[in-house]
């Protein structure tokens, strides 16, 4: 077979084919990257509003679209410090801000600078060293540590283990790893990258376009220097990540396809071995190498073993030399110290058998099935392995609404315990802020600023009906208004704070108007509960709302999602009485336990869809309906026991708990505490309800 005349073209094909079914393909990379591209935005927006001087990237190979499930690859996220002004210039020094400038002399490793501190108030040096971050060198220069923005990092990551530049947060099951890398920006591109931008190979490939674009985007430094460098805690390494993922997303999807080839292959046979050895960014590296060497005709789909046969090849030189240069800083050698004297002669080896095998090595490759799917395709056997597209939307859209739901947190937990007043003043600068950036951004921000603007809505109305329900006991005009323009977030979690607030002032009618609603709207089918608290293992997600996610963007989360309800110590009197002991769930030595990220634990949160079921118990007990009322009791309890992806599974036993306190059934109440304590041992409103039971029984 692997001899057959028209061998490599068919076989291209069939791997091309493969690669497609599992989500290598121009939709999907497009999801891909419009997903990470409207979480950057997210971050970004979110930090402004916060009054923060700081952009979010997300940079690699999940805002590529250059990764599969199976290569499980990290999230490279960048956090950029506004406040300081990197220069390469003297002309480009600002008065008022904090002002560096980028040395790169015979003294520092290529690819590489050092930062002299400048004054603020004219452009000339300091000598004096300020802090234990700067060091003052035997020419008198006050140069910046690169252990100072590494510091920072690790404090944006609350620890983590360093890689590099990086802080991680790693190791925990169910989760993607997290590289957090902090940096600078400099505005211009870097000195040591000007020749790239008048140098052109056979391919044509950067265009003159593609290269003015990068040349815009300037360069970061981040802190880490060269191995082995004399300078390694002084240098900082120059990042041209923006221009590199400009040239990723110019690539045509055979290229893209190449380089995931090239991944699974490390993943499969170099890592195992060499963990260190051998990175995705010189493999990356090389193709940026091979394309702009190659005419464009040689990368088609029939031609794509071929292609990956050529990156091996130079990767194979690369290795030999020890040499794999920066595609825009040739000077900056990445393999510098990662390939040892011991794994050299191994490593060529295994490269050498990849080459010579013409592609029949891939049938090796575990990593997404490629190596079982790629030999049915060959074979022509008429069984399908299960396409993966479905699956990868329904986790992009996942991603975007936990997204929004970290953000909006992170806004509003600024007011957790504050006053209405300031409460309301906060909230309402969010709004301002929000529709001033709406008004000056494009494209990607302004759809950002859409799907943030409906929280700070609800919850500013939410907050102004809580201090209404204090005073007046009533529902005002003006609260109803700013939950209004909130009703669209998603498809329960908004319209449940509604019918709260109304169950609260007792108006029993319209709460139940607003509950079937909801439960008219809730497609079990589909609807998936969305829950960033705290980390939890997320089980599958149903085919409906995949199905749904694979048509659709970030707009099918407003009816395909229901986030948790919360509601913070200022919006106490909206919530149902049963729910507010949740704000009271912590004893003194509980607080001990609380992760840095347990904000939420001060306030009453709830899955929408127990509260939905809990609401309607409660409403209907009001108004004496007594088989709808077992009906929603039976639907809490099934709710409880059989949805996978509740976030806070204890607190609906909590609520279930004093539902069969209602019922008169105190032995099912203490078991639903118990079990609810089993679930989250610390920080539990279940042993506040435990004691009052017993105390009440005895």
Known sequence: MFQ????????????????????????????????WLLMESMGTISTQLQDANGSEYYLGSQSEGSTTPGLKSDIDQLLCYNGYNVIQGWADWEPGLRNYLMIQDVTVSPGYCLLQYLRHDAPIPYNEVPNQYHYGDRTGRILLKNTFISAVAADAVGGGVRHGPAYAEQGQPGFIDIDIVGALHCKTWPLQARQWLDQQGVGQWPSDHMKRYCSSTGCFVVGVGSKGSENEELEWRISTSLAERCLMFNLDITQIRCYVLMKMILKTFIKPRFEDSISSFMCKTVLFHCIANTHSNFWRENNLLVCLSLCLFVLYNCVLSENCPHFMMPGNNLMRGHISHASKP?????????????????????????????HQKLINLLFEFFKTSDTISGRLLMSTAQFIDQNIQDCVTKITHSSYEESIQTLLKYIFKLAIIYDQCKELDKTTCILLAPWFFLKLGSVVEAYNIQQYNAVSADALTWIALGLSTDVASSKLKLASMLYC????????????????????????????????????????????????????????????????????????????????????EDLAFRGR???????????????????????????GRHEDKQYALSNLIRTIDKEPNLGHRETALNLLGQCMEQEDRARDALQCYLISLNLRERNNAAKLHICRLLSNLV
């Open 597 to 623: 990220y347990d904000h939420w634990m001060d306030w009453a949160v709830v899955d929408s869809l127990p509260y939905l079921y809990f609401l309607q118990y409660k409403t209907y007990s009001t108004t």
């Open 346 to 374: 191994y490593i060529l080896q295994i490269l050498r058998y990849i080459i010579n095998s013409k592609g029949r090595v891939l049938l090796e490759i575990q990593c997404d099935d490629l190596g079982a799917r790629f």
């Open 4 to 35: 057959q005349p028209g061998y490599i073209e068919n076989a291209s094909l069939r791997l091309s084919d493969v690669l497609t079914d599992i989500g290598v393909d121009e939709r999907i990379v497009l999801k891909r990257r419009r997903t």
């Open 505 to 588: 002032i007792g108006d029993t009618q319209r709460t139940e108007i607003v509950l079937r609603d909801i439960e008219a709207n809730y497609d079990l089918n589909i609807v998936e509960p969305v829950c960033n608290c705290h980390r939890y293992i997320c089980q599958p997600l149903r085919r409906g709302f995949n199905t749904i996610c694979d048509n659709h963007n970030e707009e099918a989360i407003h009816y395909t999602t229901a986030f948790c309800v919360k509601f913070l110590p200022c919006e106490i009197n909206c919530a149902s009485h049963e729910l507010r002991h949740e704000m009271f769930r912590s004893t003194q």
